[in-house]
C-alpha cells in the first residue's frame, strides 16, 4: 500500500556531503512526520532526524549543525543534507513514515535502506 523510496547513498571522503531522498508513494490519506534513522551491523537502529508535517525538525547530537532535514509536502519527499561527513558516520541509513492510512488508522513504514560510507 505504501511504500518509501530512498537514494543518494553512496561514497564520500571525511569532510564531504551527500543529501538523501526518501519519497513516499502508494495509497493514502497523509504522510505525517518522517524520520531518517542509521544503523552500523551489529548494532540498534538509531534516529538521526526527523521533521513533522508542518516543519518542526529534530536531531541526533552528533549531526547537529552538520546535517539538516528537509521535506516537499507536495511530493511526499523528505530530504536528509549530510555535510562535514565524519567516518563515524558510516551506516546503512533508513526512513521512516508515519502515515494516516485513512482517518484513524496510521501505520509506520520504513525504507529499503541506502548505505553510506565515509572513507578516504
Known amino acids: 500500500q505504501v511504500q518509501l523510496v530512498e537514494s543518494g547513498g553512496g561514497l564520500v571522503q571525511p569532510g564531504g556531503s551527500l543529501r538523501l531522498s526518501c519519497a513516499a508513494s502508494?495509497?493514502?490519506?497523509?504522510?505525517?512526520?518522517m524520520f531518517w534513522y542509521r544503523q552500523v551491523p551489529g548494532k540498534q537502529r538509531d534516529l538521526v532526524a526527523g521533521i513533522t508535517s508542518g516543519g518542526t525538525t529534530n536531531y541526533a547530537d552528533s549531526v547537529k549543525g552538520r546535517f539538516t532535514i528537509s521535506r516537499d509536502n507536495a511530493k511526499n519527499t523528505i530530504y536528509l543534507q549530510m555535510n562535514t561527513l565524519k567516518p563515524e558516520d558510516t551506516a546503512v541509513y533508513y526512513c521512516?513514515?508515519?502515515?494516516?492510512?485513512?482517518?484513524?488508522?496510521?501505520?509506520?513504514?520504513w525504507g529499503q535502506g541506502t548505505q553510506v560510507t565515509v572513507s578516504s
Open positions: 502508494g495509497s493514502f490519506f497523509r504522510v505525517d512526520s
Open positions: 521512516n513514515a508515519i502515515v494516516t492510512l485513512r482517518l484513524g488508522y496510521t501505520r509506520g513504514y
